[in-house]
C-alpha cells in the first residue's frame, strides 16, 4: 500500500521560505509523477508544481513559479517543495500526491491516485 507521509509545514511571516517535504513508500516509483497541491479554506484544491517521474520535466502553477523550486531525491523516493517569498495568499494545506504512468494533464488532481495527509502552511502578513 502507498502511503505519502508530509512533513515541514508551520507558521511563517510573509517573505520567509519553507521546505516541505514527502516521503513515499509500499512501492518504487519509477513512471507517472509526484507533486503538491493545496488548498485554501472555502476554495478548491490547487495544482502547485508537480515532476515526472520518467522525465524529470517540472511543472510549476503561475501563482508560485519563480519561488517554489520542486526537487525529488529518487535514492529516498521523497520530493521536496522549497518555498521561497511566501505571501498569505499561499496559506493552505499542502497534499502531497502521486500518480502512476497517464496521459491525462499533469496538473489535474482528479489524475492522481494516492495522497499524503496534508500539512498546513500559514503565512502571516
Known amino acids: 500500500q502507498v502511503q505519502l507521509v508530509e512533513s515541514g509545514g508551520g507558521l511563517v511571516q510573509a517573505g520567509d521560505s519553507l521546505r516541505l517535504s514527502c516521503a513515499a513508500s509500499?512501492?518504487?516509483?519509477?513512471?507517472?509523477?509526484m507533486g503538491w497541491f493545496r488548498q485554501a479554506p472555502g476554495k478548491e484544491r490547487e495544482f502547485v508544481a508537480t515532476?515526472?517521474?520518467?522525465?524529470?520535466?517540472?511543472y510549476y502553477s503561475d501563482s508560485v513559479k519563480g519561488r517554489f523550486t520542486i526537487s525529488r531525491d529518487n535514492a529516498r523516493n521523497t520530493v521536496y517543495l522549497q518555498m521561497n517569498s511566501l505571501k498569505p495568499e499561499d496559506t493552505a494545506i499542502y497534499y502531497c500526491?502521486?500518480?502512476?504512468?497517464?496521459?491525462?494533464?499533469?496538473?489535474?488532481?482528479?489524475?492522481?491516485?494516492?495522497w499524503g495527509q496534508g500539512t498546513q502552511v500559514t503565512v502571516s502578513s
Open positions: 500526491a502521486t500518480r502512476d504512468y497517464s496521459t491525462a494533464p499533469i496538473t489535474s488532481f482528479q489524475t492522481y491516485h494516492y
Open positions: 515532476i515526472s517521474w520518467l522525465t524529470s520535466r517540472i
Open positions: 509500499g512501492r518504487t516509483f519509477s513512471s507517472g509523477a
